[in-house]
């Protein structure tokens, strides 16, 4: 009897590791919890971490996070169009498409795997994002960190032909913040940062792909200061390089249905897709003791 239960123990041992080692591959980059929800509905929601900062023989305990996501009533966000041909920019505004303007994510007090924490808000206090740390975690032999947070209740505007609307988030995952953006590597922070590059984006930041045709990683000036690459002249990605978590609300056909005319993807409707400015993401993604980029700067 002893051997046959030591047996059975090793075989449920087996059977979670593997359950474990197939959770860990679900979660190759750091995403949103629900990555999609139905209009009108708010989300209990989380930042998952699933690794440490590379290289991925030996990587780095994360510290923490900080994360924003699109503001238009302070900053002008980009927003692409997708109307079956692929996005392309559009110099309407954000209104023309959804609502709130802000606060699409506002931070939960308490029941995430870090005690220190704050919102970050804009000038006229309108939640724009949070950053919780403090701890390093080695996920080595761990599963995610989690950041808890509320998805905004979004509602897609009437006359509008959008059948979705999709925000993209701007991510950093620090795992030494001794180290400042402008000086660190893959190793210590990790950039899970937008880059809209499609047709007609003002002041197009990109210059021609090169290196990677299967990527087709550009060349030239960057969006932000957090776009990911591992050197200063743009030229090699790093780990998290244009690969952010997207929050996607999708129309309520039913209680909101699509204007006559829409001829987008053969009458279905459009895709929204809305990227935080460069100037927001320069403003707001590194970590201040005070909600408003004021106080102590505890990473930049």
Not at 10 to 18: N, R, Y
Not at 138 to 163: E, G
Request: include cysteine; proline fraction near 9%.
């Amino acid at each position: 009897m002893p051997n046959t239960i030591s047996l059975k123990n090793l075989a449920l041992s087996s059977l979670t590791v593997a359950l474990f080692a197939a959770s860990q591959g679900a979660f190759a980059h750091t995403r949103l919890e629900t990555a999609t929800a139905p209009e009108g509905t708010r989300v209990h929601n989380y930042v998952n971490i699933s690794h440490g900062c590379p290289p991925t023989t030996a990587r780095k305990p994360t510290y923490g996070v900080t994360a924003i996501f699109p503001n238009a009533i302070s900053y002008t966000p980009i927003i692409g169009i997708d109307s079956g041909a692929g996005k392309v920019y559009t110099a309407n505004p954000a209104a023309t498409y959804y609502s709130p303007l802000a606060g699409i994510a506002v931070m939960i007090n308490g029941g995430g795997a870090w005690t220190a924490g704050n919102m970050k808000v804009d000038a006229a206090n309108n939640k724009d994002g949070f950053w919780a740390g403090g701890k390093a975690y080695d996920q080595t032999i761990s599963t995610y960190v989690q950041t808890p947070f509320y998805s905004s209740a979004v509602t897609i505007a009437k006359a509008s032909c959008a059948r979705s609307v999709t925000f993209y988030a701007a991510i950093a995952d620090v795992c030494d913040a001794s180290v400042p953006s402008t000086a660190a590597s893959d190793e210590q922070v990790l950039y899970w940062s937008p880059i809209p590059n499609f047709s007609g984006v003002p002041s197009s930041p990109f210059g021609t792909s090169a290196g990677d045709p299967v990527r087709s990683i550009p060349i030239g000036p960057k969006y932000s200061n957090f776009d990911g690459y591992q050197d200063a002249a743009h030229t090699f990605p790093g780990d998290g390089w244009n690969s952010p978590a997207t929050f996607k609300v999708t129309r309520d056909l039913a209680k909101n249905p699509l204007p006559a005319g829409c001829a987008g993807n053969a009458g279905a409707g459009d895709d929204v897709h809305v990227y935080p400015s460069a100037q927001q993401i320069n403003a707001e993604l590194p970590v201040w003791s005070n909600p408003n980029q004021t106080g102590t700067p505890y990473w930049q």
